[in-house]
């Protein structure tokens, strides 16, 4: 069996020789170097207790998925680049001293505990001859505050954000959400017209949406296979709320007809934003009990993000549909979670086609007619991948809903 490059298409020849993972092959040291970032979280040559918020943030740069953990966003000013809404711009700034410059998760660390990040950096662009030429170091100059917390906060970024949610409030006509009658007052609505405001919210007040949140999960940003393609949804949402009144929106959002605001705006940004079917099926799915169309999105959050309880809870769909009920050891979860980054990461993989074939017992083949075990791993998959038997009282959870599979 021939094995293929964890990182490109070439054949592999060597083997992390760190751990027995599976699809931990490479074709050089070069490619081996390129996924550590990732792997080292895996690999058992390490230990988690050494990974702080710089390994995070390197990982989440390589992945070109902003950092999700609430440390990183605190300690790398994402928290604070929401006030000038530039959330994005700080990502791409990360990206390139990360993975142009080549700054490793060690130099950060250091260079953060020392308060010289900001120096620092300017040297390491100054080195690199990419001052003169680099966008993402023009706006770091000019927000210097955002990177370095000890700078303050310039006073015009608050007013700007009071101003933000002032538009919130006007567009969808509920009050500021310092109002003190504002939850019971949110209570009262529909649920559909709950969620478009929490939505409209965070589109006006430039909050990124993350997982495993009921906002990235059914407006479609679980589609997105970057922060770049994040970047775009943010800007067809915000269009839409510029073409139409908050209560069409949520009223189409109820009605399941969402879909067809969204549609006529999509062409504006193909062909780069290619997601356009992933996205519609998401915006059309029904939303009643035992349709499971929102799991395979809840297998990507839980992938990305490291949360063990969505996995590891019993009785959980994911346990059930995705091999993790039969997983025996921790080193089986981890096969699991990397095999799932791998397929979330190859983009001739639909995930509603991943799902369907999940919910009809049909994992194993499908991911093997994408990236072809090879004989140790046949093995593994075979067992992980095969229906699940569900036994009621192995926990306190009842027993899952009859689950229907996309169409």
């Known amino acids: 069996m021939v094995l293929y490059c964890a990182m490109c298409p070439n054949i592999a020849t060597k083997r992390c020789d760190g751990c027995q993972l599976s699809g931990v092959n490479y ?54 680049a929401t006030k000038a809404g530039t959330l994005h711009e700080l990502f791409d700034f990360w990206v390139e001293v990360i993975v142009t410059l080549e700054i490793p998760a060690r130099s950060l660390r250091v260079w953060r505990r020392n308060w010289v990040l900001c120096q620092e950096i300017k040297l390491a662009y100054a080195n690199s001859g990419r001052v003169s030429t680099s966008q993402a170091f023009e706006w770091f100059q000019a927000n210097q505050w955002i990177v370095e917390q000890c700078l303050p906060i310039p006073r015009r970024f608050e007013d700007e954000q009071d101003a933000d949610v002032a538009r919130v409030c006007q567009y969808t006509g509920l009050p500021h959400p310092r109002d003190p009658n504002l939850r019971e007052i949110r209570a009262a609505l529909p649920n559909s017209q709950a969620i478009c405001y929490d939505l409209c919210q965070g589109i006006f007040c430039h909050i990124s949406i993350f997982p495993p949140t009921h906002l990235w999960i059914l407006f479609g940003f679980g589609v997105c296979k970057s922060d770049s393609e994040e970047r775009t949804l943010e800007e067809i949402y915000k269009r839409l709320f510029q073409l139409h009144p908050f209560e069409e929106i949520w009223r189409a959002y109820d009605t399941g007809v969402l879909g067809d605001l969204i549609e006529p705006l999509l062409s504006a940004y193909e062909p780069g934003w290619g997601r356009r079917r992933e996205l519609l099926y998401v915006l059309e799915a029904p939303r009643f009990p035992g349709y499971n169309w929102e799991l395979v999105w809840r297998l990507k959050a839980a992938v990305l993000i490291e949360e063990p309880y969505l996995i590891n809870q019993p009785g959980h769909p994911l346990r059930i549909f995705y091999g993790f009920g039969n997983a025996e050891s921790m080193d089986d979860v981890r096969e699991l979670k990397r095999l799932y980054r791998r397929l979330f990461r190859d983009d001739n993989v639909i995930p509603t086609e991943l799902h369907r074939a999940a919910v009809k017992w049909e994992l194993y083949r499908f991911v093997d007619s994408i990236l072809g075990f090879e004989r140790r791993e046949q093995r593994l998959f075979r067992r992980l991948l095969r229906r699940y038997d569900y036994i009621f009282g192995e926990s306190d959870c009842p027993p899952p809903p009859a689950f229907i599979a996309p169409p």
């Open 27 to 80: 074709c050089s040291k070069d490619c081996q170097g390129k996924d550590w970032p990732e792997h080292k979280f895996e690999c058992k040559s390490m230990s988690s207790s050494h990974f702080d918020t710089a390994d995070q943030l390197v990982r989440a740069a390589h992945r070109g998925h902003m950092p999700h953990d609430t440390d990183t966003l605190h300690e790398y000013g994402f928290v604070r």
